[in-house]
């Protein structure tokens, strides 16, 4: 069966700091991967979202960037983070069949930026 | 992408039926209709997925009428582990997809 894994699962980071949080799935190929954040009581907004390796698209201007340097493996990087950075970001994968409506969610990483 | 309106929360006694109603008037053809389920501190979980008319699954119904404007996910005799927040999406095949607020579900015992 299929799994998603991030890490780590809570973080504390100065602002100006760097950041990279890891995320990889386990038991299928070429999945579908997505970033999210969701900020303390909001909805989840799309970050990133990548159909392939080295294949990324951004849906929010910020100062977070992604990659995807294998095919099961997912990074959400940025050089300097801010107070507004804050959140819970999860990841996510489409599912053997690759529907975007159909996501499957790792178990988060609560970033808390001071 | 069509918009969605939810109720922002609910509540309802242990053992009743939940109805949680989704409006997307401005849907189109080739949208479908996905509900969601998120507990505190996890990510969302999805529930079920329609186009149109009645779609059902072990979990919950949904009722999507002709004109598709809305949606309604009905949960059967709910229990307190159904306490959570509920998203209606609404997207065609493509990646972008949007999660707004949801609809706080609280069950009561």
Redesign the interface.
Same mark, same amino acid.
């Given at each position: 069966s299929q799994t998603i894994h991030q890490w780590p699962a809570t973080l504390v980071q100065p602002v100006g700091s760097p950041l990279s949080l890891e995320c990889t799935v386990e038991g299928t190929s070429n999945p579908?991967l997505?970033w999210?954040r969701q900020a303390a009581g909001?909805? &989840?907004? &799309?970050l990133f979202?990548s159909?392939g390796i080295g294949q990324i698209?951004s849906?929010v201007p910020q100062n977070l960037s992604a990659s995807r340097p294998q095919d099961r493996q997912f990074i959400l990087s940025s050089k300097k983070l801010l107070l507004s950075d804050s959140g819970?970001y &999860?990841c996510?994968w489409g599912g053997e069949r690759g529907?975007?409506?159909?996501?499957?969610?790792?178990?988060?990483t609560?970033l808390t930026v001071t | 992408l069509a918009k969605t309106t939810q109720p922002i929360s609910m509540d309802s006694y242990e053992g009743q039926e939940v109805n949680i109603t989704c409006s997307h008037n401005n849907i189109a053809t080739n949208d479908y209709i996905t509900w969601y389920q998120q507990f505190p501190s996890q990510g969302p979980r999805f529930i079920i997925q329609g186009y149109k008319t009645k779609v059902t699954n072990e979990v919950a119904s949904l009722f999507i009428p002709a004109d598709r404007k809305s949606s309604t996910l009905s949960l059967p005799r709910v229990s307190l582990s159904d306490t959570a927040v509920y998203y209606c999406l609404v997207g065609d095949t493509g990646n972008q997809f949007y999660f707004g607020t949801g609809t706080s579900l609280t069950v009561i015992p």
């Open positions: 579908n997505y999210y909001r909805g &989840l907004q &799309l979202y159909v698209s849906e819970f &999860l996510a529907d975007p409506h159909e996501q499957y969610f790792g178990p988060g609560r | -």
